[in-house]
Structures are given as structure tokens and as C-alpha cells.
């Protein structure tokens, strides 16, 4: 089908946002409070800070202050890919912190485990289901990188199953698979926006005062508290909690570290069910390629398949603006290769297309800090994969704000710093210099030159 005809009718909406059973806005903050902890951003990592710190403490007086509506940003635009990874990927994690790449697996499977706790204890239904994820190679030369996957993940006693084309072929049919691998344990499927509305709830119902629409422009330290100054009111605070993702933070020194980059997305219409049986999928897992610019891709609960990735969109300046949510080319683009890969649903059309902007640092994955004495800590730098990552974020920040000395602070993960990026425009000019690095690599069998090779020597290893 020609992608212009099947994207004809697709809304410029977040598909996961734009449904009627989207929540009422609560009402935002008017007038000065206090509060024990206050918490900056509605977005998972937000919203996971104020319900573990009320776990842990149900007397303390939480605030959580957010700008627009509850995950209306990354948390509710995502594929929702619910990962155990904590450093995006396990072979990021073993070139980075070897030494500590066991305990970070565990503890990241332990974080899933206790995700899909906490939304059973709670009675959240946001059509978790722990499906796993087919990484699947599209070209010769990817096939070298799933061994190396299976045989680090051995190591570490952990079990990927390595599938050849036929048996990869038997889970999701594409002519495009050549092998795959299928992490059965290490990742579940989840509805984004139900998550992040069903976390609101039940930190409503623990007691945390929650404030939509209600922005915050400063940040100062009177001596006493911590001061949030928001358009119609103030929150004066012992601590805060910064989530705030990719968005101008509040602490200037993030600035170094963190870079807005827009990733792209669209959604099928129902794929009818003679249809989806041509493509198998029974058993409805997450699926990956393996290419430096790779696709992602999931299953919905009435069956249509959202598709999204491949390009990665960095604006000169790190502009974040509401127009750079709509890439044409970039939807083009992206519904050529989703009939490329299933030819068998030629003629479905799209309903939704829709960007974001995502909190990407130099390490792909999240770092940690505090300031101001230690009463704000902050956890930003996910890359994407951070619907289940932004829980252990915000345990770690509740440790550091509690000053405890636990096995996530002691992890060198935590307490290094990313590589900072260099200031503009001197920034802008590297990132697109990469960007067209990575999209040579892929055209030449993942042969990395000379400029990508440097950047692995100084721990700057981009791949995605």
C-alpha cells in the first residue's frame, strides 16, 4: 500500500492519550503550601518517587506538581516496553560497569517483579502482560550480535533463547527475520497512559496532593525549605524530587548532561483476525530489530500494532517545541517499513501518528545526583527505556534524600556522572556528525568508522 494513502486518516495524537477514557484533570495549585517532600513532574518517574516515598512513610506529606496533565509527555507516548534493563540493554551494561552487571540484572528483574506487584496489590489495569521480547536480526551481520547476546546473558546464568529464521518465523512471520532471540523473563507489555493514570490514582488514594497544570518556573533555597514558585502559588518543601525528563530542568547543571531528542510513532486501525493469524504473534510479544537505527513494535489488547523508532531527531539548540511532534517524512518513512516487514497487511491503515521528546544522555541510561545539601536528588538520562527503569530511579532518589546507604547508592552507576556533552554549538555539530555515523554503519554492515570508534575509546558509545 503507498504509506501517503494508509497514513491519510491518521489523527496527530498520541494514540495511548487520545481515548475518552482519559481521566479529568485534578485541579492546579493556587495559593502557598508546605509539604515534606515535593515531587516535580507527573511522568513515571514522578509518579513512582511520591508513591514509594508514601510506602515507605505514610505520615509523610507529599506534593506532586505537574505541568500539563499526568503523562501527557513521555510516559504516555511510548511503546509502552516495560523492560528490566536498568542500563539499557545488556550489552551497555557489560561494557560500562562489568563488575556490577550481575547485581544491576538482578536488581533490574527484581524492579519488573515488584512493578507487577505493586499494580496487582493495587488493582492498576493497564494490560500488563510479562510477554517478553523477540530482538530480531533483518541483515546478515546482526546475526554475529544475537550471539554475543546469548552467550553474555549465559554468563551471567541468565537464559535467552537463540531462534534460528524458521523458528523466529514460527512466532511473528516477516520475510524480513533472519534469527532472532526471545528474552522470555526480562520485559512486559504495557498500556503507558493506563499506567501512568492508575499510578495517579493510587497516589491520590495514599494521600499525595497532586497539581496538573500547575508548572514549575523556580526553584530557591531560603535557608529553611526549598522554595517551587508555580504561575498561581508556591510550595515550600524539605525535599524535593526532580522528574522532569527531557524538558529545561530546573537544576542548570543537568543541562551538560542531557539532550532532547524526538523519537516517532504510529498505530494501526484493528488488524482483522484472518489477517493477524497470516502473521502468528500468538503469543504477543514485544519485537525489536537489530539495526542501530531499529523499529519497535507491540501488540495492543483489541489488536492493532503500534510501530515506531528508527529515526532519532535531534533539533540544533536541543529546541523542544510542540510542532517537532509531526515528522512527516519521518511517518513515511516509518510506514514504508512496517508494510516492507509484513507484506501480509497490505491495505491496513494507520489511526494515530504522533512524536516525543526523550531525556537521552550519554550513557543511554539513567544517572543520578543530588544538590542543595542533599534535599533534591534528581534521575534523569532514560533513552527511551525507562517505563520500568523510573521506578528503581525513584527508589534511588528516596534513598539519597533519606541519606541511606543502600545497594543501589554504592553502585558505581550511581554514583558516576554520564559523560557531559559539549556546549553549542559545538554540540549540535558532533550529534549530527553521529547521527549520519550511525546511518553509515547500518548501510555497511555495522562497520563502525573512524568518528564512532572514538567515541567508544572516551565511553561515548553510541549505537541507537
Excluded at 71 to 99: I, M
Excluded at 152 to 170: C, F, I, P, W
Excluded at 255 to 265: E, G, I, Q, S, W
Excluded at 328 to 354: C, I, N, S, V
Aim: negative net charge.
Amino acid at each position: 500500500m503507498v504509506p501517503s494513502k494508509a497514513l491519510a486518516d491518521a489523527e496527530r495524537k498520541p494514540y495511548w492519550l487520545d481515548r475518552p477514557i482519559a481521566p479529568e484533570p485534578l485541579p492546579p495549585l493556587t495559593g502557598d503550601v508546605t509539604a515534606d517532600l515535593a515531587v516535580v513532574g507527573g511522568g513515571f518517574t514522578g509518579l513512582w518517587t511520591a508513591l514509594m516515598a508514601k510506602e515507605r512513610d505514610p505520615s509523610l506529606d507529599v506534593v506532586l506538581l505537574e505541568g500539563r496533565a499526568v503523562g501527557w509527555a513521555a510516559s504516555g507516548r511510548n511503546g509502552g516496553f516495560c523492560a528490566a534493563s536498568l542500563t539499557h540493554g545488556l550489552g551497555n551494561g557489560q561494557d560500562r560497569w562489568p563488575a556490577e552487571i550481575a547485581t544491576l540484572e538482578r536488581l533490574g528483574l527484581e524492579n519488573l517483579d515488584e512493578i507487577e506487584q505493586t499494580l496487582a496489590r493495587y488493582g492498576v489495569d493497564c494490560s500488563f502482560e510479562r510477554t517478553g521480547e523477540l530482538r530480531v536480526a533483518t541483515e546478515e551481520w546482526q546475526l554475529a550480535g544475537l550471539d554475543e547476546e546469548v552467550s553474555g546473558a549465559a554468563s551471567l546464568g541468565m537464559r535467552l533463547e537463540r531462534l534460528d529464521r524458521e523458528q523466529v518465523r514460527a512466532e511473528v512471520d516477516s520475510p524480513t527475520y533472519l534469527g532472532g532471540v526471545w528474552d522470555r523473563r526480562g520485559v512486559a507489555m504495557v498500556d503507558p497512559a493506563r499506567l501512568a493514570w492508575g499510578l495517579r490514582d493510587v497516589c491520590v488514594r495514599l494521600g499525595v496532593r497532586v497539581f496538573e497544570h500547575t508548572p514549575v518556573r523556580s526553584l530557591h533555597d531560603d535557608g529553611v525549605a526549598l522554595e517551587l514558585g508555580t504561575p498561581k502559588g508556591r510550595v515550600r518543601a524539605g525535599r524535593v524530587a526532580l522528574g522532569t525528563g527531557a524538558f529545561p530542568p530546573l537544576l542548570r547543571r543537568l543541562r551538560h548532561f542531557l539532550v532532547p531528542v524526538y523519537d516517532y510513532a504510529l498505530m494501526t486501525e484493528p488488524v482483522p483476525d484472518d489477517l493477524l493469524a497470516e502473521i502468528g504473534w500468538r503469543n504477543r510479544q514485544g519485537i525489536g530489530d537489530s539495526a542501530n537505527r531499529f523499529h519497535y513494535y507491540r501488540l495492543t489488547d483489541d489488536n492493532r500494532i503500534l510501530w515506531g523508532g528508527y529515526d532519532a531527531v535531534y533539533h540544533n539548540g536541543g529546541l523542544v517545541r510542540p510542532e517537532y511532534d509531526q515528522r512527516d517524512a519521518t511517518f513515511e518513512k516509518l510506514a514504508t517499513h512496517f508494510f516492507e516487514t509484513f507484506p501480509q497487511l497490505h491495505g491496513l491503515r494507520f489511526t494515530h501518528r504522533w512524536g516525543g521528546v526523550i531525556d537521552t544522555c550519554s550513557r543511554f541510561s539513567a544517572f543520578f545526583g543530588t544538590a542543595y545539601g542533599s534535599r533534591l536528588a534528581y534521575a534523569a538520562g532514560y533513552t527511551g527505556l525507562g517505563v520500568g527503569a523510573t521506578r528503581f530511579g525513584a527508589n534511588v532518589m528516596l534513598d539519597l534524600l533519606q541519606g541511606r546507604v543502600t545497594e543501589r547508592t554504592d553502585l558505581r552507576m550511581v554514583r558516576e556522572k554520564p559523560v557531559p556533552f559539549p556546549p553549542e554549538p559545538v554540540r549540535s555539530g558532533v550529534i549530527q556528525l553521529t547521527r549520519w555515523a550511525i546511518a553509515r554503519a547500518d548501510e555497511h554492515e555495522g562497520r563502525r568508522n573512524a568518528w564512532l570508534r572514538t567515541l567508544d575509546a572516551f565511553g561515548v558509545g553510541f549505537d541507537s
